[in-house]
Nanobody, 125 residues
């Protein structure tokens, strides 16, 4: 079983930045596809970004592509989400997830096997 833990959330003013971190256990972390999703109150969980393992490919949702960057540090078993130019619309609980078998749809929550508890991001205007 893989344990996933997010951190780095907080309250920021519009236009500010945050860097979220996600640590995942497992002897084969470098092979996992890792994803970030977010869920605002009363709304469904939506895809934000994903990154593959040893062969590195990244995907970022169009809504945040110009502002957010995903990266990973395999030595630390950690994936990051750098969020710049934050907007009130970015307010949500952000979840990190691990996909161990590389199902086809990287943008679907159902693709991912293990999830963290989430870290809350609030952007004030």
């Amino acid at each position: 079983q893989v344990q996933v833990t997010e951190s780095g959330g907080g309250v920021v003013q519009a236009g500010g930045s945050l860097r979220l971190s996600c640590s995942a256990s497992g002897s084969a972390f470098s092979s996992y596809r890792m994803g970030w999703f977010r869920q605002a109150p009363g709304k469904e969980r939506e895809f934000v970004a994903s990154i593959t393992g040893s062969r590195v490919y990244t995907f970022v949702a169009d809504s945040v592509k110009d502002r957010f960057t995903i990266s990973r540090d395999t030595a630390k078993n950690t994936v990051y989400l750098q969020m710049n130019s934050l907007k009130p619309e970015d307010t949500a609980v952000y979840y990190c997830a691990a996909d161990l078998v590389y199902r086809d749809s990287y943008y679907r929550p159902q693709t991912y096997d293990y999830w963290g508890q989430g870290t809350r991001v609030t952007v004030s205007s």
